[in-house]
């Protein structure tokens, strides 16, 4: 299990942009491949971002390509998710999450067994 707590939701307005953080607390960070999660209400939780335990690789959901980045600094054991050109359809929790193994790659959220609280983004029109 890897402690996850995000922080940087909030309110922007379609068409700007929010960053996200996740902080983790195990020395074991970086062997897992780490990933974002979001959850809009009365929709399933999907996938948004996933990156390599190296960092060098990254994956996206279809709805968020070319708009969001994911990155990782391991050395201060960090996530981040960039969010641009933000749509209203991005409104949801935003959930970091790790796998159940290190060096695993999955963009299945039933693969995935440490999450953070979540952080609300909304977008307004």
């Known amino acids: 299990q890897v402690h996850l707590v995000e922080s940087g939701g909030g309110l922007v307005q379609a068409g700007g942009s929010l960053n996200l953080s996740c902080a983790a607390s195990?020395?074991?960070?970086?062997?897992?491949?780490m990933a974002w999660f979001r959850q809009a209400p009365g929709k399933e939780r999907e996938f948004v971002a996933g990156v390599s335990w190296s960092g060098i690789m990254t994956y996206y959901g279809d709805s968020v390509k070319d708009r969001f980045t994911i990155s990782r600094d391991n050395a201060v054991k960090m996530v981040y998710l960039q969010m641009s050109r933000l749509k209203l359809e991005d409104t949801a929790v935003y959930y970091c999450?790790?796998?159940?193994?290190?060096?695993?790659?999955?963009?299945?959220?039933?693969?995935?067994?440490?999450w953070g609280q979540g952080i609300q983004v909304t977008v307004s029109s």
């Open positions: 195990e020395d074991t960070f970086s062997t897992y491949v």
């Open positions: 999450a790790a796998p159940e193994r290190t060096h695993f790659y999955s963009d299945n959220s039933t693969e995935f067994t440490s």
